[in-house]
């Protein structure tokens, strides 16, 4: 029994055994596996750490990159401030200068209406420059004209007609030539008598005053005899005006002059006068030079006045003496015909 049980427990130790020699060759062939892979393992760790280092190499890469990157940002972002900063204030600039480029354009388009108003001005002022020098030049013309007048002005200073206190009146009959009834006689005699030298210049001047309808006519003054017209033509009247006509005297205004000139006086000639005026003359005058005085008497006049006043005082006094003479009677003294120096006759009573 105990020979059996000792070779039951023997197989079952091979048994046993054999197991174990399996499980350990299992164990050593795991083992085996284990090692190998463990090899291999190995190796992927190196691998791996070799794949870690050159993930760490390329993080440090790229953290460095990042810091660089981060560095290079701010650098940049201050340049970029920087640049905003500078872009602001261009945009500033570019504001203030087109705001200055407004203003310029303002000042040059009111710089170009000054320059143009300044060339109307210029244009203007030179206008003006030219008429006033042409006014000038007038002023000058004139005052020459006016010194040679001046300078060849002759004044008479006395009335060669005579008993031009009368004024004349007549009425336009419509017609040419139509001659005064009145004649204002010469002072000094006929014409042939005259005391001006051929040259003498000498003014004949009056006064009219026209009243009515219809037409005005034309007046001149005119001799009374031959040479007749000698003072130019005649003008137009109108309501009043004042005539004057010069002229230089002259002995052979027509060549009969000489010997056949025998006006004594002036009268006055109007023509087309109408029917319905009437045209009245007052202070005429003739006198020596070229230019028209006021109106004045002649010489002769005032003293026939002159006269006539003495002999009217004369007169006067010797009705005195006989009326204190005389017995309650009155004596009146009718003095006629009395002969002036000129050989005017004066009527006094």
């Known amino acids: 029994m105990i020979a059996g049980s000792a070779n039951v427990d023997i197989t079952e130790n091979n048994k ?44 440090q890469a790229a953290v460095d990159g990042a810091n660089k990157a981060v560095e290079e940002a701010g650098f940049s972002k201050t340049l970029a401030d920087e640049a905003k900063k500078a ?48 006014q000038a030049n007038t002023a000058i013309n004139n005052a020459a004209n006016a010194l040679d007048k001046f300078n060849n002005l002759a004044i008479g200073g006395r009335n060669y007609l005579a008993d031009t206190s009368a004024t004349w009146k007549m009425q336009g009959s419509g017609v040419t030539n139509q001659s005064s009834s009145m004649e204002w006689l010469f002072t000094f005699g006929t014409i042939k008598q005259a005391p001006f030298n051929d040259g003498d210049y000498v003014t004949v001047s009056f006064d009219y005053i026209n009243v009515g309808t219809g037409a005005y006519g034309t007046i001149l003054p005119q001799l009374n005899w031959r040479p007749w017209d000698t003072f130019n033509g005649g003008e137009d009247m109108t309501d009043n005006g004042h005539v004057v006509r010069t002229v230089q005297w002259q002995s052979d205004w027509q060549s009969d002059w000489n010997t056949n000139g025998t006006a004594t006086g002036i009268r006055i000639r109007i023509d087309n006068v109408a029917t319905t005026r009437t045209v009245t003359i007052y202070n005429m005058q003739f006198e020596r030079g070229n230019k028209d005085t006021d109106w004045k008497q002649a010489p002769e006049d005032m003293a026939t006045e002159v006269q006539f006043s003495q002999l009217q005082a004369t007169v006067n006094g010797i009705q005195n003496k006989v009326a204190s003479k005389a017995d309650q009677s009155k004596v009146t003294h009718n003095v006629k015909s009395v002969p002036t120096a000129d050989g005017a006759k004066i009527t006094a009573e």
């Not at 143009?116 to 030179?126: E, F, L, P």
């Open 16 to 59: 046993i055994g054999s197991n174990a020699q399996n499980s350990a060759n299992g164990a050593q062939s795991s083992a085996n596996n284990a090692y190998n892979y463990g090899i291999g393992v190995n190796e992927k760790v190196i691998e791996a750490q070799k794949d870690i280092q050159v993930a760490r190499d390329a993080t």
């Open 87 to 134: 872009a602001g204030q261009a945009a500033s600039d570019a504001l203030k200068a087109g705001s200055d480029a407004t203003t310029a354009k303002a000042d040059a388009n009111t710089a170009k209406a000054n320059a143009t108003q300044a060339i109307n001005d210029a244009a203007t002022a030179k206008g003006q420059a030219a008429s006033a020098l042409g």
